[in-house]
């Protein structure tokens, strides 16, 4: 498709679904697909690399597989590689491929990107800085995992130089900018003129719109159209992604001026501080545009519009202030006599409680929108559903951790590396691949190359998937801590990481059969897309 | 396997089967809503649920943090017997006496390198309890031990390329 000023229906006369743009400009749809298309395919490729690092961290803690060198060296490259996996897995991979997904989506919902410098420098930088970051990880040894446990990077025992912390405080810092103008992009986005239209409303207003005030408040905002639901959390999660960056991103830039200042030091429980409040707020970038495509897709599957009123704006009003103070229920076990971090903590636990809202209530709207309906089962609706089903098994989870009482038990033990694998992988990754799937017509005018292979890949990540992370949770549940690149014996612990093993087989071939199956329908005839098949 | 832990896996079992068995009754429906053409569902029912819904998800993590305050580590600290002086370094604990007496004991962790945890275990390998700590500060867990017999600490918070190797002990008798 050419870039012209032509306007092009989305869909038929007659079946316009619910809350796509009437009609879109031809060049705002054939530049951002082509943008859709490059983070995804970049964002897949991280998956390969960041799975790969996966397998041999988990074969090499049961023992299967050896690493180079000494005791010492392996274990130091063993921590290399599970800092470089889960930079690679949840930010170059799921996040990067969300980001991408999430300008595509508003495209279709008429908020096309108003100008594509901000989406342009947030892929470059991401890459760049993955690059960094494989770099010093792989390359230079830089061993102080994902969370950059200041001040671990500069007590190294010799393991890596200032330089490779240098290195990836600037890689990661990188991969922040590349957040931070994803958001920027998004935000310039819904607060054009796509909703208030003729409505003299001023930049506030708009974005108020965008974050559904219309239905709480019509006579104070009003539109020329009613804010279609996807666009709530897109919105909260670009507000919120913007501001909580910037703590880590200066807990970064402190760590690089300590590079090339040996004597100027961070205080430790505020680098932590600094770290969480970006750390836990990152899950939602994942999460949140998870949800908006979820909006999207289920009630086109569905046949109806989402089951939603204004109760579950408010919960996204509520969504949105919350994530920015919950970060310190990943310190609940920090609290040093004589200081404020336990008063902090107490505080974090109900508002972490009051994050739970806005899933409580998109859970139960999409079981709505789903009851009774004329479903459309397709490979990607069945990887959507399992999606939303590990959601709420893993979210379950997560209410269990934000307890304090019970996390005296549970922090740091591979219960938590249980829950966000299945958090990441099997609620949010199988909502990845479900856009993907539902994607392929749109996006690479094909028809996917077998519909069988996507069943294999659907039931092998499911099978292997839960095996997988119910190995990790039975250990946690049995105090196992996480991080430790051979556990200790005595304990009988190992024989949970043996279990796990077959599991991780299934999982990692059923992936790969996915990944197949959709390099060959990329590589297939264009334009083969059989009729009564969703557009979506 | 602690009690809090058992308690947390048979609540997070029930609690699971619950939500997932009502997910596949959702899914199920589609098959009558297919035969429906999608037609019959009482959507104005389901609109009027929404606000009711709300109000049980906050009640239930209203009760939850309520009922579990009594568990908060810092809020409930018994008298001390007796008092452990803990200096986690890269990579070992050294614990100043090695041997208690039964009974409430603080433990007081300080770290002069990097962040460390300090986590307990019993005779049996059950996990008691833990607590973190960050340099230049003083962490004190407080927390009744009443098996005697030889106690171990793994460290919870990753801490270098030793991490795995940094295992302290400590005894408790009668």
Same mark, same amino acid.
């Given at each position: 498709?050419?870039?012209?000023?032509?306007?092009?229906?989305?869909?038929?006369?007659?079946?316009?679904?619910?809350?796509?743009?009437?009609?879109?400009?031809?060049?705002?749809?054939?530049?951002?697909?082509?943008? +859709?298309?490059?983070?995804?395919?970049?964002?897949?490729?991280?998956?390969?690399?960041?799975?790969?690092?996966?397998?041999?961290?988990?074969?090499?803690?049961?023992?299967?597989?050896?690493?180079?060198?000494?005791?010492?060296?392996?274990?130091?490259?063993?921590?290399?590689?599970? +800092?470089?996996?889960?930079?690679?897995?949840?930010?170059?991979?799921?996040?990067?491929?969300?980001?991408?997904?999430?300008?595509?989506?508003?495209?279709?919902?008429?908020? &096309?990107?108003?100008?594509?410098?901000?989406?342009?420098?947030?892929?470059?930088?991401?890459?760049?800085?993955?690059?960094?970051?494989?770099?010093?990880?792989?390359?230079?040894?830089?061993?102080? $995992?994902?969370?950059?446990?200041?001040?671990? &990077?500069?007590?190294?025992?010799?393991?890596?130089?200032?330089?490779?912390?240098?290195?990836?405080?600037?890689?990661?810092?990188?991969?922040?900018?590349?957040?931070?103008?994803?958001?920027?992009?998004?935000?310039?986005?819904?607060?054009?003129?796509?909703?208030?239209?003729?409505?003299?409303?001023?930049?506030?207003?708009?974005?108020?719109?965008?974050?559904?005030?219309?239905?709480?408040?019509?006579?104070?905002?009003?539109?020329?159209?009613?804010? &279609?639901?996807?666009?709530?959390?897109?919105?909260?999660?670009?507000?919120?992604?913007?501001?909580?960056?910037?703590?880590?991103?200066?807990?970064?830039?402190?760590?690089?001026?300590?590079?090339?200042?040996?004597?100027?030091?961070?205080?430790?429980?505020?680098?932590?501080?600094?770290?969480?409040?970006?750390?836990?707020?990152?899950?939602?970038?994942l999460l949140f545009p998870v949800v908006a495509a979820l909006y999207y897709f289920i009630p086109r599957y569905a046949k109806r519009p989402l089951v939603f009123g204004k109760v579950v704006v408010l919960a996204w009003t509520i969504g949105l202030l919350a994530n920015m103070f919950l970060w310190a229920h990943h310190m609940y076990m920090d609290y040093p006599d004589? $200081?404020?971090?336990?008063?902090?903590?107490?505080?974090?636990?109900?508002? +972490?409680?009051?994050?739970?809202?806005?899933?409580?209530? $998109?859970?139960?709207?999409?079981?709505?929108?789903?009851?009774?309906?004329?479903?459309?089962?397709?490979?990607?609706?069945?990887?959507?559903?399992?999606?939303?089903?590990?959601?709420?098994?893993?979210?379950?989870?997560?209410?269990?951790?934000?307890?304090?009482?019970?996390?005296?038990?549970?922090?740091?033990?591979?219960?938590? *590396?249980?829950?966000?694998?299945?958090?990441?992988?099997?609620?949010?990754?199988?909502?990845?691949?479900?856009?993907?799937?539902?994607? *392929? &017509?749109?996006?690479?005018?094909?028809?996917?190359? $077998?519909?069988?292979?996507?069943?294999?890949?659907?039931?092998?990540?499911?099978?292997?998937?839960?095996?997988?992370?119910?190995?990790?949770?039975?250990?946690?549940?049995?105090?196992?801590?996480?991080?430790?690149?051979?556990?200790?014996?005595?304990?009988?612990?190992?024989?949970?990481?043996?279990?796990?093993?077959?599991?991780?087989?299934?999982?990692?071939?059923?992936?790969?059969?996915?990944?197949y199956n959709i390099v060959r329908t990329a590589m297939s005839s264009p334009w083969r897309v059989k009729e009564g098949v969703t557009r979506v | 396997m602690n009690g809090t832990l058992f308690f947390i896996t048979i609540l997070y079992s029930i609690v699971t089967v619950i939500g997932v068995a009502v997910y596949f009754v959702v899914i199920a429906s589609t098959k009558?809503?297919?035969?429906?053409?999608?037609?019959?569902?009482?959507?104005?029912?389901?609109?009027?649920?929404?606000?009711?819904?709300?109000?049980?998800?906050?009640?239930?993590?209203?009760?939850?943090?309520?009922?579990?305050?009594?568990?908060?580590?810092?809020?409930?600290?018994?008298?001390?017997?007796?008092?452990?002086?803990?200096?986690?370094?890269?990579?070992?604990?050294?614990?100043?006496?090695?041997?208690?007496?039964?009974?409430?004991?603080?433990?007081?962790?300080?770290?002069?390198?990097?962040?460390?945890?300090?986590?307990?275990?019993?005779?049996?390998?059950?996990?008691?309890?833990?607590?973190?700590?960050?340099?230049?500060?003083?962490?004190?867990?407080?927390?009744?031990?009443?098996?005697?017999?030889?106690?171990?600490?793994?460290?919870?918070?990753?801490?270098?390329?030793?991490?795995?190797?940094?295992?302290?002990?400590?005894?408790?008798?009668?």
């Amino acid at each position: 498709m050419t870039a012209t000023h032509e306007h092009i229906s989305v869909m038929p006369a007659g079946t316009l679904p619910y809350d796509d743009a009437p009609v879109l400009n031809a060049a705002d749809v054939a530049r951002t697909e082509a943008l +859709t298309r490059r983070f995804w395919w970049t964002s897949t490729l991280f998956l390969v690399i960041a799975g790969l690092l996966g397998l041999i961290l988990r074969s090499y803690q049961a023992e299967i597989i050896s690493l180079p060198g000494n005791q010492t060296d392996q274990a130091n490259l063993w921590y290399a590689l599970m +800092t470089a996996h889960g930079l690679g897995a949840f930010v170059a991979w799921a996040a990067f491929f969300l980001m991408g997904s999430m300008l595509w989506l508003l495209m279709r919902l008429g908020f &096309p990107l108003r100008t594509y410098v901000f989406a342009e420098l947030s892929y470059w930088t991401m890459v760049l800085g993955t690059l960094g970051i494989v770099i010093s990880t792989l390359l230079m040894r830089f061993a102080g $995992s994902w969370v950059a446990l200041y001040p671990l &990077p500069f007590h190294s025992q010799g393991r890596w130089t200032s330089a490779a912390t240098g290195v990836f405080s600037a890689s990661v810092l990188l991969a922040g900018v590349s957040i931070i103008t994803w958001c920027v992009a998004l935000i310039i986005s819904v607060t054009g003129p796509a909703i208030s239209g003729e409505q003299k409303t001023g930049w506030f207003g708009r974005l108020g719109l965008a974050l559904g005030f219309g239905y709480l408040w019509p006579s104070r905002f009003k539109a020329d159209r009613e804010v &279609p639901y996807p666009i709530i959390p897109i919105t909260v999660i670009g507000i919120n992604m913007f501001f909580m960056t910037l703590p880590f991103a200066l807990l970064l830039v402190l760590m690089l001026v300590q590079v090339f200042d040996s004597s100027f030091s961070t205080d430790p429980q505020l680098a932590k501080n600094l770290l969480w409040a970006f750390g836990h707020p990152v899950v939602y970038l994942l999460l949140f545009p998870v949800v908006a495509a979820l909006y999207y897709f289920i009630p086109r599957y569905a046949k109806r519009p989402l089951v939603f009123g204004k109760v579950v704006v408010l919960a996204w009003t509520i969504g949105l202030l919350a994530n920015m103070f919950l970060w310190a229920h990943h310190m609940y076990m920090d609290y040093p006599d004589g $200081s404020a971090q336990s008063f902090l903590n107490m505080t974090h636990e109900p508002i +972490t409680f009051a994050i739970t809202l806005p899933s409580a209530l $998109s859970l139960f709207g999409l079981a709505c929108t789903m009851w009774r309906s004329d479903f459309e089962w397709s490979p990607g609706s069945l990887f959507m559903i399992a999606g939303i089903v590990g959601w709420l098994s893993a979210g379950f989870q997560g209410v269990l951790n934000a307890t304090i009482q019970f996390n005296v038990v549970l922090h740091n033990t591979l219960w938590v *590396v249980g829950h966000f694998h299945h958090m990441a992988l099997l609620a949010m990754g199988m909502v990845i691949f479900g856009i993907f799937y539902a994607g *392929v &017509p749109t996006l690479l005018k094909r028809e996917l190359y $077998s519909e069988k292979l996507a069943k294999i890949h659907f039931w092998g990540m499911l099978i292997g998937g839960y095996g997988w992370v119910i190995c990790w949770l039975g250990q946690g549940l049995d105090g196992a801590p996480r991080r430790w690149d051979l556990l200790p014996d005595g304990f009988g612990w190992q024989i949970w990481t043996e279990l796990s093993i077959p599991f991780m087989i299934v999982l990692a071939l059923s992936i790969l059969t996915g990944l197949y199956n959709i390099v060959r329908t990329a590589m297939s005839s264009p334009w083969r897309v059989k009729e009564g098949v969703t557009r979506v | 396997m602690n009690g809090t832990l058992f308690f947390i896996t048979i609540l997070y079992s029930i609690v699971t089967v619950i939500g997932v068995a009502v997910y596949f009754v959702v899914i199920a429906s589609t098959k009558r809503g297919r035969r429906e053409g999608g037609g019959e569902a009482p959507i104005a029912s389901m609109h009027r649920a929404e606000p009711w819904w709300a109000v049980f998800a906050l009640v239930v993590v209203t009760v939850l943090f309520f009922g579990t305050l009594a568990g908060v580590p810092w809020l409930n600290r018994a008298k001390a017997d007796a008092t452990v002086n803990v200096k986690a370094l890269q990579f070992v604990f050294v614990m100043q006496p090695a041997t208690v007496k039964a009974g409430n004991v603080d433990f007081k962790v300080t770290s002069d390198d990097v962040s460390h945890g300090f986590g307990l275990f019993d005779p049996d390998g059950k996990m008691v309890s833990q607590i973190q700590v960050v340099p230049g500060v003083t962490s004190t867990l407080s927390t009744k031990l009443t098996k005697t017999g030889k106690y171990k600490i793994l460290c919870f918070e990753y801490c270098g390329v030793g991490h795995a190797q940094m295992i302290g002990q400590f005894e408790v008798t009668k």
